[in-house]
């Protein structure tokens, strides 16, 4: 005996599916954060090993407002750990950029080719009106090994951070192999599917009935 999925749960599971589109194409190598807060104008972050090539298409940075956004525009890199700047990008002010585990992200320009087996800076200039982690616990993908923290009081704007070791291990910026990507936000795509529907019901009808002839 055939068993037929209802119509509308198949077209609304779709439309699930695309709705979980862009949470899904960030993979955080800081895959959770957690500290004490400070709020200062300071460039932050820590030294990493690569364990395997890797490719970075995304740069984050902790929010610790959550869906409230950032309140200021955050510029977060990657060094080399002679201090030449490798990659960067700037998060912006509010929510238009995608919250995935506690960090606020957008796509590098170009894409990031990581060696494996080489040791690298992620840093951002954080400020007062967001804030960053210190005597911080976190967990990481097996792609990467943190190693010791970084900072320097030096800005506005990135500069190179060194060794900092006093109330380390400091987190604040975050990188992903996955990308944001131009997938339109869930809500515009629902409601472009919304306003299609009156303008495609005869189609949706004969949709329908191949669907339930098969």
């Known amino acids: 005996m055939k068993t037929r999925t209802p119509f509308y749960s198949s077209v609304g599971a779709v439309l699930l599916s695309l709705c979980s589109v862009s949470r899904a194409t960030i993979t955080p190598l800081v895959t959770s954060a957690s500290g004490s807060l400070s709020y200062q104008d300071v460039n932050v972050g820590y030294q990493f090993t690569a364990n395997t090539a890797l490719t970075i298409n995304a740069l984050g940075v902790y929010d610790a407002a959550g869906a409230a956004g950032l309140a200021a525009a955050e510029p977060v ?47 951002v200039y954080a400020t007062t009106a967001d804030g960053w982690l210190y005597y911080a616990t976190v967990t990481t993908s097996p792609s990467i090994t943190i190693g010791i923290p970084v900072a320097t009081y030096a800005g506005p704007g990135l500069v190179y951070p060194g060794p900092f070791f006093g109330y380390g291990p400091y987190y604040g910026p975050n990188l ?39």
């Open 176 to 214: 992903s192999t996955g990308s944001i990507g131009a997938v339109p936000e869930p809500t515009t795509m629902i409601s472009g599917a919304l306003l299609l529907l009156p303008f495609g019901s005869s189609a949706l009808r004969q949709l329908r009935k191949k669907f339930q002839a098969a």
């Open 77 to 123: 890199g990657i060094y080399s750990t002679t201090g030449t700047l490798l990659a960067s990008a700037t998060v912006p002010a509010g929510t238009s950029a995608p919250l995935v585990d506690g960090f606020q992200w957008v796509d590098l320009s170009t894409p990031l080719h990581l060696t494996a087996g080489q040791t690298y800076v992620a840093d």
